[in-house]
T-cell receptor
């Protein structure tokens, strides 16, 4: 099993629908990052959460961090085709500055 | 201006060959990384390099070696390529080691035949 598990693995939604992606850590979280990868391209930083209970929003994307549960969620409101891609959570989980990514969630938005 | 660049974008080679992938960042960052993304899109860290300190993921075969001629460059050398090395390799950089936003290159798709 991986240190950071994401669910669901893939998601297909109709344009305009809301959706949630979850990221669960097997270790204590000292910060959690969300990235998006468009197909065939590099990763783009979305947001960083540092404190338990923290919630951040950027346009129609909201992320929350629940440190006690070692979980984070990413919520997209009124999805659009431009939201399609692979969403990855990431966190530094070990000493030595090693950064780990989650298992990824592939999002398809049908117009 | 491209923040993190990688060359080549595509690399097709025969098993057993030695190849290199170059990475350059113009952000003035102190830390650079190499990641491997497999066919299932799972992204795994291979190395992080900060101020001449190299941290290696213990699962990376010693056929892989990063080389940093200066702070702006972290190249990846791969010896005796194997079929299982086929993947997309991403370079990234950040201002601080393991903390803060990482900026990613566009990736290098390596295919070993």
């Amino acid at each position: 099993s991986q240190e950071l598990e994401q669910s669901p693995q893939s998601l297909i939604v109709q344009e305009g629908k809301n959706l949630t992606i979850n990221c669960t850590s097997s270790k204590t979280l000292y910060g959690l990052y969300w990235y998006k990868q468009k197909y065939g391209e590099g990763l783009i930083f979305l947001m960083m959460l540092q404190k338990g209970g923290e919630e951040k929003s950027h346009e129609k994307i909201t992320a929350k961090l629940d440190e006690k549960k070692q979980q984070s969620s990413l919520h997209i409101t009124a999805s659009q085709p431009s939201h399609a891609g692979i969403y990855l959570c990431g966190a530094p989980l070990r000493t030595g500055n090693q950064f780990y990514f989650g298992t990824g969630t592939s999002l398809t938005v049908i117009p | 201006d491209t923040a993190v660049s990688q060359t080549p974008k595509y690399l097709v080679t025969q098993m057993g060959n030695d190849k290199s992938i170059k990475c350059e960042q113009n952000l003035g960052h102190d830390t650079m990384y190499w990641y491997k993304q497999d066919s299932k899109k799972f992204l795994k860290i291979m190395f992080s390099y900060n101020n001449k300190e190299l941290i290696i993921n213990e699962t990376v075969p010693n056929r892989f070696s990063p080389k940093s001629p200066d702070k702006a460059h972290l190249n990846l050398h791969i010896n005796s390529l194997e079929l299982g090395d086929s993947a997309v390799y991403f370079c990234a950089s950040s201002a601080l080691a393991g903390v803060g936003e990482q900026f990613f290159g566009p990736g290098t798709r390596l295919t070993v035949l």
